[in-house]
C-alpha cells in the first residue's frame, strides 16, 4: 500500500505521560500536514511542512505540541504531559506541491486516561 | 478568518433518494472549496473540489456540489443514494496561495441512509 501511514493506529495513555506519533507520506509529496480531529467535529489544522521546513506551528494548541520532519520525508508529532482533553484522532496528509490533492492517513487515535 | 458551517449534523435518507448537504462559509479573501467523505475508521477521501471556471462541480459517482458566491455557499447534492453512501460528510475551506492544505473544515454531516 502506498498511501499514507500512521502510527500506533490507537494509543492509550495515562495523563502526564508524553506520547509520539508518525507519518509517513506518500513518498514522492513533499508536503505534510498534521490535523486534530475530535468527537463530533471537522478536522483542525495543527501545521504542516514543506520538505523539511515547518511553514507554521502557530496552530499547535500549546507549547506541550511539536512536529518534526527531519529528513523531509516521515514526520513525528509529539504531546508532552498529556492532559484528557488531548484525547483526539490525530490526522496526518501529504499533497504534492501547493495544489496537489490531500490524500489522508487513517489516523492515530489517542486516549488519554 | 475563515469558519465554515454545515447545516445539518445528521441527515437520514431512504435508499434511491435524493440528498443534500449543505454548506455555508465565510471569509474575507477568494477561497477554495471541497468535499470530503470519511467512512469509520478511515482518513478522510475527496469527494469534489472547486477551484475556479464553472460553478458546478461534478463527481464520479452521479454526486455534484455547487459554488454560490453571492450566498458564499457550497453545497453537494447526490440524485439517489445507496447504503454504501452511509458516511460522514465533510465541507471544507482554504485560502488560496501559499495556505494550500490550511484547511478549516465544518462540522461534519452524518449521512445515514436506510433500505
Known amino acids: 500500500d502506498t498511501g499514507v501511514s500512521q502510527d500506533p493506529r490507537h494509543k492509550i495513555t495515562k495523563r502526564g505521560q508524553n506520547v509520539t506519533f508518525r507519518c509517513d507520506p506518500i513518498s514522492e509529496h513533499n508536503r505534510l500536514y498534521w490535523y486534530r480531529q475530535t468527537l463530533g467535529q471537522g478536522p483542525e489544522f495543527l501545521t504542516y511542512?514543506?520538505?523539511?521546513?515547518?511553514?507554521?506551528k502557530s496552530r499547535l494548541l500549546s507549547d506541550r505540541f511539536s512536529a518534526e520532519r527531519p529528513k523531509g520525508s516521515f514526520s513525528t508529532l509529539e504531546i508532552q504531559r498529556t492532559e484528557q482533553g488531548d484525547s483526539a484522532m490525530y490526522l496526518c496528509?501529504?499533497?504534492?506541491?501547493?495544489?496537489?490533492?490531500?490524500?489522508f492517513g487513517e489516523g492515530s487515535r489517542l486516549t488519554v486516561l | 478568518a475563515q469558519s465554515v458551517t454545515q447545516l445539518d449534523s445528521q441527515v437520514p435518507v431512504f435508499e434511491e433518494a435524493p440528498v443534500e448537504l449543505r454548506c455555508n462559509y465565510s471569509s474575507s479573501v477568494s477561497v477554495y472549496l471541497f468535499w470530503y467523505v470519511q467512512y469509520p475508521n478511515q482518513g478522510l477521501q475527496l469527494l469534489l473540489k472547486?477551484?475556479?471556471?464553472?460553478?458546478l462541480v461534478k463527481g464520479i459517482n452521479g454526486f455534484e456540489a455547487e459554488f454560490n458566491k453571492s450566498q458564499t455557499s457550497f453545497h453537494w447534492r447526490k440524485p439517489s443514494v445507496h447504503i454504501s453512501d452511509t458516511a460522514e460528510y465533510f465541507c471544507a475551506v482554504s485560502d488560496r496561495g501559499d495556505s494550500w492544505g490550511k484547511f478549516q473544515f465544518g462540522a461534519g454531516t452524518q449521512v445515514v441512509v436506510t433500505p
Open positions: 496528509a501529504s499533497s504534492l506541491g501547493n495544489a496537489g490533492e490531500l490524500f
Open positions: 511542512f514543506q520538505n523539511e521546513a515547518q511553514l507554521e
Open positions: 472547486y477551484l475556479s471556471g464553472s460553478t
